[in-house]
């Protein structure tokens, strides 16, 4: 070991100055205003094969703490000093997660010898396709979302690969914020080869370069005696985006968690098939993409908030991704909105954490977050666009204090717009802006509240635009009694005569004078509500964040006129909800409930089963029909596998290109093998 | 002819710098805080001026002060319990905050606990759009009973913010009066009347903290009065601002919101004051203490300004002398992880039990018990005598440590250094990077009593070409209250598109604000000499969503030459991130007028430079760089203009330890200023 535990804290001290000087540069430059606000990029300091180091904790977005750019950097053997290479193609390499992220990297080099890199993404505002911004859910194919740009050299010997970039600008609707971003890009990159520099000269690079590997090597370690605390075992858990397309049926991740000494396996098998919408995950089945550990990180972080976070943070976790599944689709599967469930993942991922570490990790956070635009016009006439917040949930309730309101957990990184910004902006009336009560659920750590957007438009052919909506079904779930959050909602005109619930829409024409009501997905709760102290639940109602009846039917805490206790009637209360109790780890929500009578485990064992089976470009289709025809048909005892199976009989009856029915007619329902 | 003194309060040392007029030379001396009976210390330290230095209390003509009462008490919650009046339906403007929450990848981080509880945040029908224009009438009734109801909930006064208050703050006004009429003697304070800018949260918050904060800071500037009357001080006390200014302590009284930041302040605008008087383009200070490490950038003497400057848990958004924490100070404590690797920080032992070597309770080691461990501090006592420091305790407190990783005490204690300067090299860093700033073209000056033991280390690592330890670095911020100006913001939030209609308005506006200005010079300060008007608007392109703020030429708005004012954007815009759009569409979000009131400030002597080689004291064993060495220990006192010397070395002086590495070379300047310099030969 050339440098010793007394030094290294040092090392890493200077590897984050750099990765924090990069990210700094990298925001300070930034063209377009998106970047500078929604913080969505991110920077590396990698080692020589392209495991990152090092990058900013404190600004960018929070997935790619450990991202490899292993992949990418492995298809080009002749780098040279001042050489820039970049993709933003989801599908080379599987580094880029959809087409508006640029991912750079750049080597450096010292005395002529290759000693690491420096890498960083933006995500860019459009890159042409099909929508303005690239991105929709509705978009089936990864061609419709825009430019894709291969791995390319994009600068040697100072020279700009000019080409390049006058095709990428051809293709995209703002070509000057492109150009600007990827020039913040490139200083970026500069800051921190001159950073690498300075780390060298400081070290030595014989330091410098086993350093690097020590890093890598510590945080492993440290990740390593975290999950050697968990308890060996199988933690499985499912959770559901409400909508697997627009108007569509519920996507399911589902993930056993495999807990050996200090290694993990998370073994995706039983997870639904890739969609034909652009929800996918694009993780190349690579077990430790950064979409596949944003979850982990989260957990292991969260757990030991003094741990350092790189590449080798994750070194201990394998993982089963079967292909042509959403968490490993394949090409050309769209994934532009890939976030919207690998918001889900990583609540599942936290999920069947909680299973094995029920005292340490929160309920679901509210998640469904939906970032809301508007399109209008103003009275002068011009087009206005611009983004109106965040409106989303709150935490989910921990294991020592209640959930962050509004906002938080894995959605803490988002800022709001004031509503005298909008106003001021926008010819918007903004009615209400705040929390829901009794949206948060109900336990002994109360889940966030929910939030809640009211506003008014005025001109013809506008447009709302809500991004990653989900949850106005299925709900954020509660842990150890804790209750579920309350579901989110989307209404138009919410007081007019003909209320409409739109559901999970994320794009909405306005008439001039409608109203749209967004309320997000209240947060879990944790632990047994009716262990909550009565002066909480007191505290709560004062403030308005439980009701007076939410109090008597959640808490069991009954409140006379003046506000005081009614001591005996709560005592009352209490006493039955405690004999009542479920003993249950996990408290679902309704719409999850009803869902699950349809679609039990046995039924979606059979059916992940078939789709296994089944051409990659038929399953989502598969899955639509057989959704279909089950649709209310409740479950028996036996599980119900046998009208899933005469369903399915039906469809391979119609088409000889799915294999018949009687290839999964074994009875019974044995447990699906990884591929 | 008289004596002007100088006053910094913080939370274990107030410090005192006396400038004799007549024989212009600067005197300082510390005293024990006195967090129980604020005042006291005052009373004290004079005191103890007129023992140690002859100063008659009835001769100290001119008496600043700068205060950490206003941070400490938002720090530890001990504010006025207060009800909030906002708009219906937009009640939870503190509990949303902006959303972003503080700790990113920690499912469990929450936002800090807002000021006031939800339960007193009281929604008040009535409402007004952007344009000023009401969409529906303040509800008096509604504000009659709200205000019923926060005084029956107990509360101790109310902060008015209503949506689009910064435009006109009639409504405000209205609920103001009903309240004052409903209880009279209750504190009442309106967003629009503490800071009247757009964004709601951050016009609520500062009005919130200003409010908060209002009761103590005024219940203490009275002792503070009626103490230096007591004593026989004729001057009428000033304090230092947070925008590195000072104001009347009877106008503090009224504008609590404006000295929140007085002490951090105090001391950049001393530091800025040695910069401009050695002639150092550039500099980033560094103030150190128990429990804070600090920087600021300071350009031509003067300092970089900011708003949403840190207060505890939150931001407050007035112009402040920008101060960026870059650590927990020489408290901060050392531990081994449970894979056996050396740390530092975050906790801190604060000023209390403080590091082992005070031996004052505290057993574990901290970054200045590893100094003393390594020898490198320790060979006087601390801070004029206060503490004495205890080698022992420091070495068997950083001796647990080298047990656990198998180092001798030394090897830990110089290992605790390294990483304690790597953390603060890592958030300078940043710092920088954020404000595209190179450190190779910074002086570093160092203050407060653990700055200049620490300075050169992280000079060497942040490649910085200079260090600067002046005379007296422990009272640098008793200092700045002596050398700051009379200095207020005026501001009004105009939210305009730049263009031929914006330049009448724009006139009209600085006239009225300049009106303001000079009224507040006058007639609230009494002032009558020669004063400065800075202009300037916080500007930005349609769409962004942070505003720049471009200094303007007061020609070119009087002779509304539109060009002219919109360039200052552009250009402000390029320095800033590299780039400017001379097409796109501009914005003119707020106009901005500083008004300054120069005071006489003190001058310092020069002596004569003698150029030679400087005499050690003794010499005296310590642990550098990797080896045990012997090095020169110079007392500050005994160093004259002009001699110079090289590292490994240490000084020694009342409030502080200057600690000097190999391959720095050491010269004292004209103003005995200690100018370290790497590399350079002696």
């Known amino acids: 070991m050339i440098i010793d535990k007394a030094t290294l804290q040092v090392l890493a001290n200077h590897c984050a100055a750099a990765a924090e000087s990069m990210g700094y540069t990298l925001m300070r430059t930034a063209y377009s205003t998106f970047v500078k606000e929604t913080e969505d990029f991110s920077c590396q300091l990698m080692n020589s094969r392209g495991a990152t180091v090092a990058s900013p904790m404190t600004m960018g977005a929070t997935w790619y703490t450990g991202l490899d750019y292993g992949p990418v950097i492995r298809m080009f053997d002749d780098y040279r000093e001042g050489d820039v290479y970049g993709t933003n193609d989801p599908y080379s390499g599987h580094v880029a997660t959809h087409s508006p992220d640029m991912h750079l990297w750049a080597p450096v080099f010292h005395g002529g010898e290759l000693v690491c890199f420096v890498g960083n993404h933006i995500h860019n505002t459009d890159v042409g396709g099909a929508v303005p911004a690239s991105l929709s859910r509705t978009l089936t194919e990864v061609h419709q979302e825009g430019i894709r740009i291969p791995p390319t050299l994009l600068v040697r010997d100072g020279v700009m690969n000019e080409e390049m970039v006058r095709t990428l600008e051809l293709n995209v609707r703002v070509p000057e914020q492109n150009r600007g971003d990827l020039n913040a890009q490139f200083a970026c990159l500069k800051v921190g080869e001159r950073k690498v520099h300075d780390i060298i000269e400081r070290f030595g690079v014989e330091a410098f370069k086993a350093g690097l590997d020590q890093l890598l090597d510590y945080a492993e370690e440290q990740a390593r005696s975290l999950v050697a605390t968990i308890p060996d075992g199988d933690y499985e858990f499912a959770d559901y985006a409400d909508e697997d397309a627009a108007n569509g049926y519920p996507a399911r991740i589902n993930l056993t968690v495999k807990v050996r000494g200090d290694t993990l396996l998370f073994d995706f098998t039983g997870t639904d098939p890739q969609l034909v919408s652009s929800l996918n995950m694009p993780t190349g089945g690579n077990p430790r993409h950064s979409l596949i550990t944003v979850g982990l990180v989260y957990v292991l972080y969260t757990l030991d908030p003094t741990i350092i976070l790189n590449s080798g943070t994750v070194r201990m976790l394998d993982a089963i991704l079967p292909s042509g599944t959403v968490v490993n689709c394949e090409f050309p599967a769209a994934v532009g909105m890939r976030s919207l469930l690998s918001n889900v993942l990583q609540a599942v991922i936290v999920g069947a954490f909680t299973r094995a570490l029920p005292d340490k990790l929160p309920a679901s956070p509210g998640n469904g977050l939906s970032l809301v635009n508007v399109r209008t016009t103003t009275r002068g006439g011009r087009t206005i666009m611009a983004s109106i917040g965040p409106v989303g949930g709150g935490a989910g309730g921990g294991p020592y204090e209640d959930g962050a309101e509004g906002s938080g957990a894995n959605m803490s990184f988002l800022k709001n717009t004031p509503v005298e910004i909008s106003e001021s902006e926008i010819p918007i009336r903004i009615h209400k802006y705040g929390l829901v009560p009794d949206s948060g659920g109900a336990g002994l750590h109360r889940g966030g509240s929910a939030l809640l957007m009211e506003f008014q438009l005025f001109a013809p052919q506008s447009m709302v635009t809500a991004r990653n909506r989900d949850r106005s079904m299925i709900s954020a779930w509660g842990v150890e009694g804790g209750q579920p959050g309350a579901q989110s909602t989307f209404t138009r005109n919410p007081y007019g005569p003909a209320p409409e619930e739109l559901r999970n829409a994320d794009i909405v024409p306005l008439q001039p004078g409608d109203t749209l009501r967004l309320i997000g997905p209240g947060a879990g709760g944790y632990g047994p509500a009716h262990e909550r102290p009565i002066e909480k639940v007191v505290e709560d109602v004062r403030c308005g964040f439980v009701s007076v009846a939410k109090a008597r039917a959640g808490y069991g805490v009954a409140l006379n006129g003046d506000g005081s206790v009614d001591e005996a009637e709560t005592a009352k209360l209490r006493k039955a909800m405690a004999a009542s109790a479920t003993t249950d780890h996990f408290s679902h929500g309704s719409g999850r409930v009803a869902f699950e009578s349809v679609w039990t485990k046995a039924r979606y064992a059979l059916l992940t089963r078939i789709l296994r089976e089944v051409p990659v470009t038929w399953r989502f289709f598969v899955k639509h029909e057989l959704f279909r025809v089950l649709e209310g048909r409740t479950a028996g005892r036996d599980g119900g596998t046998g009208e899933l199976l005469a369903a399915y009989g039906d469809l391979a009856a119609r088409f000889e290109d799915l294999p018949p029915a009687s290839a999964f007619a074994d009875g019974a329902v044995v447990p699906v093998a990884a591929e | ?682």
């Open chain 2, 1 to 682: 002819m008289g004596y002007r003194v100088g006053v910094d309060i913080g939370g274990s040392f107030t410090d005192f710098a006396v400038f004799d007029e007549q024989a212009k030379t600067l005197r300082s001396l510390k005293v024990f805080s006195r967090p129980d009976q604020p005042g006291a210390e005052v009373i004290e330290g004079v005191k103890g001026l007129a023992e140690r230095y002859n100063v008659p209390p009835e001769e100290i003509v001119y008496f600043t002060h700068g205060t950490t009462v206003g941070v400490n008490t938002v720090v530890q919650r001990k504010g006025l319990k207060l009800a909030l009046f906002v708009t219906e339906h937009f009640r939870d403007v503190l509990e949303l905050a902006r959303l972003k929450i503080p700790n990113m990848y920690s499912l469990l981080s929450k936002r800090p606990a807002p000021l006031v509880t939800r339960d007193m945040v009281f929604g008040i029908p009535g409402r007004m759009l952007a344009d000023a224009s009401v969409a529906e009438p303040l509800d008096e009734i509604a504000v009659e009973a709200a205000a019923r109801d926060a005084v029956a909930a107990g509360a101790e006064g109310v902060v008015i913010s209503f949506l689009h208050a910064y435009r006109d703050g009639t409504q405000e006004r209205q609920a103001k009066a009903i309240i004052e009429r409903v209880a009279p003697g209750l504190p009442v304070f309106c967003s629009s009347e503490t800071w009247p800018i757009v964004r709601e949260y951050e016009r609520t918050v500062t009005a919130v903290i200003g409010g908060y904060v209002q009761p103590r800071v005024s219940h203490y500037l009275g002792s503070l009065q009626q103490a230096l009357k007591d004593v026989g001080v004729p001057a009428d006390p000033r304090l230092t601002k947070s925008n590195g200014g000072i104001m009347t302590a009877e106008q503090g009284k009224q504008q609590c919101v404006q000295m929140i930041l007085s002490g951090t302040a105090s001391g950049v605008i001393g530091a800025s004051y040695v910069a401009e008087m050695c002639g150092i383009e550039r500099c980033m200070s560094l103030d150190i203490g128990g429990t804070t490490a600090d920087v600021a950038l300071i350009k031509d003497g003067t300092p970089q300004y900011g708003i949403g400057e840190r207060i505890g848990d939150f931001q407050i958004f007035i112009p402040s002398v920008s101060v960026s924490s870059i650590g927990e100070g020489g408290g901060s404590i050392a531990w081994v992880d449970r894979l056996g690797v050396l740390k530092v920080g975050p906790e801190s032992a604060g000023s209390r039990p403080g590091p082992a070597c005070y031996g004052r309770g505290g057993t574990r080691a901290t970054i200045t018990d590893a100094f003393v461990a390594t020898g490198l501090v320790g060979h006087s006592d601390l801070g004029y005598n206060a503490v004495h420091v205890d080698v022992e305790k420091a070495r068997t407190a950083v001796g647990e440590l080298a047990a656990k990783i198998d180092r001798s005490v030394e090897e830990t204690a110089e290992a605790i250094i390294n990483i304690s300067i790597s953390g603060m090299y890592s958030e300078c860093s940043g710092l920088l990077s954020r404000f595209g700033v190179d450190p190779r073209d910074l002086s570093l000056l160092a203050f407060g009593g653990a700055g200049p033991m620490m300075a050169c280390f992280l000079a060497r690592e942040l490649k910085m070409g200079e260090v600067v330890v002046p005379p007296t670095p422990g009272v640098l911020s008793a200092l700045g209250g002596l050398i700051a100006d009379l200095k207020n913001d005026f501001i009004r939030t105009l939210y305009l598109d730049v263009g031929p209609d914006a330049v009448p308005v724009l006139q009209q506006t600085f006239a009225e604000l300049r009106k303001a200005a000079l009224s507040w010079l006058k007639d609230d300060q009494g002032y009558g000499g020669p004063h400065e008007l800075i202009y300037s608007a916080e500007m930005r392109y349609r769409g962004q969503s942070f505003e720049l703020d471009a200094s303007l030429d007061a020609a070119a708005i009087e002779e509304g030459r539109l060009d002219a004012l919109v360039e200052a954007f552009h250009l402000a815009h390029e320095r800033m991130y590299g780039h400017a759009d001379r097409d796109a569409p501009v914005q003119l979000i707020t106009a901005r007028l500083v008004i300054v009131g120069k005071t006489e400030k003190p001058e310092f002597p020069k002596s004569e430079l003698r150029p030679g080689p400087a005499k050690s004291d003794r010499s005296v064993e310590a642990f550098l760089d990797g080896g045990k060495r012997t090095l020169p220990l110079y007392r500050r006192a005994d160093l004259l203009a002009g001699q110079s010397f090289s590292g490994p070395a240490i000084i020694t002086q009342d409030d502080c330890t200057t600690v000097v590495p190999g391959g720095f070379n050491v010269t004292v300047d004209t103003f005995g200023n200690l100018r370290i310099v790497l590399g350079a030969a002696a």
